[in-house]
């Protein structure tokens, strides 16, 4: 018997390829966290620094549910890679949280569409709608400090 064929086996590759999205949304959240930190103490002003913490915070929300969800899953804690560094300067941090964003919005859709969980998909589609308000935030704040 070919066990590639095998109904329970192409479950359990689905069901791994479907933990491994999640494990790599938790470790995006992960450096968003690092990354919100640096870029919220180089805000010119205090209502930026605000909004900036503001946004972190969610992330903050997302990967604490991402991580349960994880976990629940898979009866382990997920792995954490070592976050990705961020730009120096503010502008260039602000362009980079704002490419991230509107990739994770894209990404998130992804995993909502693939699972077949209510919750799972509720989880995700609030996370991505999330996602697109801070990209809309950092494009004012780069329209704004381009100068
Ligand atoms: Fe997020
Ligand atoms: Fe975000």
Redesign the pocket.
């Known amino acids: 018997m070919d066990t590639n064929n095998d109904p329970s086996t192409r479950l359990y590759r689905q069901v791994d390829k479907f933990v491994q999205k999640i494990e790599k ?1 938790i470790n ?2 992960y450096s ?1 966290i690092q990354c919100y930190a640096k870029l919220a103490n180089m805000a010119p002003t205090k209502k930026e620094k605000a909004k900036i913490l503001e946004i972190r915070s ?2 903050v ?3 604490q549910r991402f991580t349960q969800l994880y976990i629940h899953l898979t009866g382990k804690q997920p792995s954490l890679k070592k976050p990705e560094e961020c730009p120096n300067t503010y502008v260039e941090g602000l362009k980079y949280a704002l490419e991230d ?1 509107q990739n ?1 919005v894209d990404f ?1 859709l992804d995993i909502m569409e693939k699972s077949m969980d209510p919750y799972i998909k509720e989880v995700f589609r609030r ?1 991505a709608a ?2 697109q308000n ?1 990209a809309v935030w950092f494009l004012y704040f780069l329209v704004t400090n381009k100068g």
């Open positions: 949304a995006g959240q968003a969610d992330e929300r997302h990967y964003e994770t998130y996370a999330d996602e801070h």
